[in-house]
């Protein structure tokens, strides 16, 4: 079974352009979690998306937005880049969250976006 | 709000010693607990979780103990390996539906060397 997995590898952006990120959940997996890890910051929550709508965000500014597609994947967008967004984001998948907090969530490899 | 607090790292350990990683959280209700861990150039893995008290997560020979009277699920493994260099990260999720989320410490780097 193909696990999480997230497109570009890579990514670098000057200050002031966007950035795209997209991720791709496990198959049957319909919620979908944007991190940024940040160097010296540990993981932080971004953004939550299930069935095509957002149902939580982090404490992070309206330029960073998302969405998520029929077909579950998703994609984070990052608008008027500073060069503190330089992270590595991650995202993560879950089955449908039920009402039980132990739901385990999938990480892929993450995207490493830098900000010259 | 919730959190979670890890002991300030890096980490160095020769092998075979015995590993400690304490973690403290502070939660409403009652959270489930997490151990993930972050290879070198790899997104996080689970390493091992407890969804109530007294619960003890196991793999891979870590093992951490749920406890509700101290608020503490810390790590540990009897005889590290060089392959187990790596960041790892506790957190807890608590609550349901769109409350329902993951916090996270902020990781800890073990270095094992041969």
């Known amino acids: 079974e193909a696990g999480v997995t997230q497109s570009p590898t890579h990514l670098i952006k000057t200050r002031g352009q966007q950035a795209t990120l997209r991720c791709s959940p496990i198959s049957g997996h319909t919620s979908v979690y944007w991190y940024q890890q940040a160097l010296g910051l540990g993981l932080q929550f971004l953004l939550w998306y299930d069935e095509g709508e957002e149902r939580n965000r982090g404490n992070f500014p309206p330029r960073f937005s998302g969405r998520q597609f029929p077909n579950y994947s998703s994609e984070l967008n990052v608008n008027a880049l500073e060069l503190e967004d330089s992270a590595l984001y991650l995202c993560?998948?879950?089955?449908?969250?039920?009402?039980?907090?132990?739901?385990?969530?999938?990480f892929g490899p993450g995207t490493r976006l830098t900000v010259l | 709000g919730n959190s979670v607090t890890q002991m300030e790292g890096p980490v160095t350990l020769s092998e075979e010693a015995f590993l400690t990683i304490n973690c403290t959280y502070t939660?409403?209700?009652?959270?489930?607990l997490f151990w993930y861990v972050q290879y070198p150039g790899e997104g996080l893995q689970l390493l091992l979780k407890?969804?109530?008290?007294?619960d003890k997560g196991s793999n891979k020979g870590f093992e951490a103990t749920y406890r509700k009277e101290t608020t503490s699920f810390h790590l540990e493994k009897g005889s590290v390996q060089v392959s187990d260099s790596a960041v790892y990260f506790c957190a807890l999720r608590s609550g349901s539906g769109a409350n329902s989320k993951l916090t996270f410490g902020k990781g800890i780097t073990l270095s094992v060397r041969p």
């Open positions: 993560a998948s879950s089955p449908r969250v039920l009402a039980g907090s132990g739901d385990t969530q999938y």
């Open positions: 407890a969804t109530k008290a007294d």
């Open positions: 939660a409403t209700g009652y959270p489930s």
